[in-house]
C-alpha cells in the first residue's frame, strides 16, 4: 500500500515536467525578447515601445489561455448517473449480464442517453459505478470519468473534455500568434545579426534562438491546431474521430454533427465577444447533445431540460460545488 502511494505520488510530481518545459522556454523567450532584443538590440524607441506593447499582449493572453488549460478541473458527471444504492446492490448482486444490461437499461430511460457501447448495451463504467454520459469516457490517468472527454493532454498536465476545451484551443490558436509575432519581429534583426550589422554579443545568440524557438513551435502548433479545428467543425472529439460512436442504429462519425454555426457555438458559445477570451461559454452543462438525426423537440427528455434540471438540481449544484 505504502509502495503503490509512493508511486503514486512520484507519477504526479513527474507528470508536471512537461508544464515545466514549456513554462521554462516561455519564461526565456520573455527575457530574450524584452531585454535582449528591445532594451538591448533595439536603438529606435518607438519601434521598442510598440514591440513590448504587442509582445505584452501577446503573452498575457498566452499565459491566461495556459493557466485556464492547466487548471480548469475537467467536468464528471453528476450524481443523477450514479447508481442509488438499492439499484447499485441489484446490479452487483445479479450474476447474468443480459440481465445486468437490462437493469442499466431500465435505469437509463431516465436520462438524456443516446450512445450505447459496441455490443449495444448501455455504457457504464464499473470503476466510476456511473453510467457514461453520451461523450463521456474514462481516463486512466485522471482515475475518473470525464465528460465529453478529448484526450489528456501531457503538455497541460489535464484532462481536455467540456469544462476546458474552449480553454484548450484558445491556448493553441495564442501560442500561434505568440510564435508568429515572435518571428515576424525578431527576423530583421536575425539577417542584422547574421550579416554582421550587429556587434556579437549575447543578443546575438538569443536571437539567433528566438527565431529557431518560434517557429519550430509555430510548424508543430499549426497541425495541431488546425487538427482540433477540422474536429469543432465536425463536432467530434479525437476519441470520436478515431473511434466513431455508437447509437441505437449502429456507428455514426457524424451523429453529434448538427452544422458548422451550431458546432462552433456548442464550443465558443452565443456570444461571440467572447469566443476570443478564456471565459466559459460553452453550451450546456457536457451531458448531453443534440443529435443529427434526432431534434429536441421530437426528444422529451431534452424538450422538458427544465424539469430534467429540476428534478436533479440539489445534485448537479453539488456537483457544481465540487468540481469547483
Known amino acids: 500500500m505504502a509502495l503503490s502511494r509512493a508511486l503514486r505520488c512520484c507519477q504526479r510530481i513527474f507528470s508536471w515536467i512537461p508544464v515545466i518545459i514549456i513554462s521554462s522556454v516561455v519564461l526565456w523567450s520573455y527575457y530574450a525578447y524584452v531585454f535582449e532584443l528591445c532594451f538591448v538590440t533595439l536603438s529606435n524607441h518607438l519601434e521598442r515601445v510598440v514591440y513590448l506593447l504587442m509582445f505584452h499582449v501577446c503573452f498575457i493572453m498566452f499565459c491566461w489561455t495556459y493557466w485556464k488549460a492547466i487548471f480548469t478541473p475537467p467536468s464528471t458527471p453528476s450524481k443523477k448517473f450514479h447508481l442509488s444504492y438499492s439499484d447499485k446492490e441489484r446490479y452487483e448482486m445479479e450474476e447474468r449480464p443480459d440481465v445486468q444490461k437490462q437493469i442499466l437499461a431500465e435505469i437509463a430511460k431516465k436520462l438524456p442517453i443516446f450512445t450505447r457501447a459496441q455490443s449495444g448495451a448501455i455504457r457504464f463504467c464499473d470503476r466510476c459505478q456511473v453510467i457514461k454520459p453520451d461523450r ?28 476546458n476545451y474552449k480553454f484548450f484551443l484558445l491556448f493553441l490558436s495564442y501560442s500561434m500568434i505568440y510564435c508568429v509575432f515572435i518571428a515576424s519581429t525578431v527576423f530583421q534583426y536575425f539577417l542584422k545579426f547574421w550579416v554582421g550589422d550587429l556587434p556579437n554579443g549575447p543578443a546575438k545568440f538569443h536571437v539567433l534562438f528566438l527565431l529557431f524557438v518560434a517557429l519550430m513551435f509555430f510548424v508543430s502548433l499549426m497541425f495541431l491546431f488546425g487538427y482540433h479545428c477540422w474536429l469543432v467543425a465536425k463536432n467530434r472529439s479525437t476519441l470520436e474521430a478515431f473511434s466513431a460512436p455508437v447509437f441505437q442504429n449502429g456507428p455514426d462519425r457524424n451523429g453529434f454533427n448538427v452544422g458548422l454555426s451550431r458546432n462552433l457555438r456548442q464550443v465558443f458559445g452565443e456570444d461571440k465577444k467572447l469566443w476570443f477570451i478564456p471565459v466559459f ?36 449544484e453539488s456537483a457544481v460545488t465540487l468540481d469547483i
Open 136 to 163: 463521456c469516457h474514462h481516463c486512466s490517468v485522471c482515475e475518473t470519468c470525464i465528460l465529453k472527454m478529448d484526450h489528456h493532454c501531457p503538455w497541460v498536465n489535464n484532462c481536455v473534455g467540456f469544462s
Open 281 to 316: 461559454t460553452s453550451q450546456g452543462d457536457g451531458h448531453y447533445f443534440p443529435l443529427r438525426t434526432l431534434r429536441e423537440s421530437e426528444n422529451p427528455l431534452l424538450a422538458n431540460e427544465g424539469k430534467w434540471m429540476e428534478d436533479g438540481g440539489s445534485d448537479e
